[in-house]
């Protein structure tokens, strides 16, 4: 099965869940749910705008914020802070995972991250704190945009 039949797969997955907890899917709502189950790189509303309007002209911004505030709701996408302090959107991930984050492209990846005992035990030695949760988002270049770069700078 190729990777874009698996993000079709996504799509109807997050339809049936939606539906089964009591939400409509609207011709609005399904543009989004579809850009964002294919997309591979974060997207700030806008651009989930943007390319949703593709599929469904009359969206309005305003459907595209409830949206994704449903969606993030359902844990079907994470909201993703970038360094500009802005929020992006992506398909939500099983599990304990963390972000890697190109700040070239946008290409997010997804990391285990199991072994931080280390870290939270000197942070919590040093602060006081108890620490219940964390999450860790990494951005730098991703390898193609690093080579791009690269590329630029030596020529």
Same mark, same amino acid.
């Given at each position: 099965m190729s990777g874009e039949n698996k993000k079709t797969d996504l799509s109807i997955a997050w339809e049936k869940d939606i539906r089964e907890k009591? #939400?409509?899917?609207? %011709? @609005?709502? %399904?543009?989004?749910?579809?850009? $964002?189950? /294919?997309?591979?790189?974060?997207?700030?509303?806008?651009?989930? #705008?943007? /390319?949703?309007? %593709?599929?469904? @002209?009359? !969206?309005?911004?305003?459907?595209?914020?409830?949206? /994704?505030?449903? $969606?993030?709701?359902?844990? /079907?996408?994470?909201?993703?802070?970038? @360094?500009?302090?802005?929020?992006?959107? !992506?398909?939500? #991930?099983?599990?304990?995972?963390? $972000? !890697?984050?190109?700040?070239?492209?946008?290409?997010t990846l997804f990391f285990a991250g199991e072994d931080m005992d280390n870290l939270f035990d000197r942070v919590t030695q040093e602060s006081g704190y108890q620490i219940n949760d964390h999450w860790l988002q990494l951005f730098g270049l991703c390898k193609k945009c690093k080579e791009k770069t690269g590329k630029r700078i030596n020529g």
């Amino acid at each position: 099965m190729s990777g874009e039949n698996k993000k079709t797969d996504l799509s109807i997955a997050w339809e049936k869940d939606i539906r089964e907890k009591g #939400f409509r899917i609207t %011709k @609005p709502r %399904k543009a989004v749910i579809d850009v $964002l189950a /294919l997309s591979q790189h974060a997207l700030d509303a806008s651009q989930v #705008f943007d /390319l949703a309007r %593709k599929d469904c @002209p009359s !969206l309005g911004l305003v459907s595209v914020y409830r949206t /994704l505030e449903m $969606l993030e709701s359902l844990d /079907l996408i994470q909201r993703v802070h970038q @360094p500009d302090g802005c929020h992006a959107y !992506l398909a939500g #991930f099983t599990g304990h995972q963390h $972000l !890697l984050i190109c700040t070239g492209c946008g290409k997010t990846l997804f990391f285990a991250g199991e072994d931080m005992d280390n870290l939270f035990d000197r942070v919590t030695q040093e602060s006081g704190y108890q620490i219940n949760d964390h999450w860790l988002q990494l951005f730098g270049l991703c390898k193609k945009c690093k080579e791009k770069t690269g590329k630029r700078i030596n020529g």
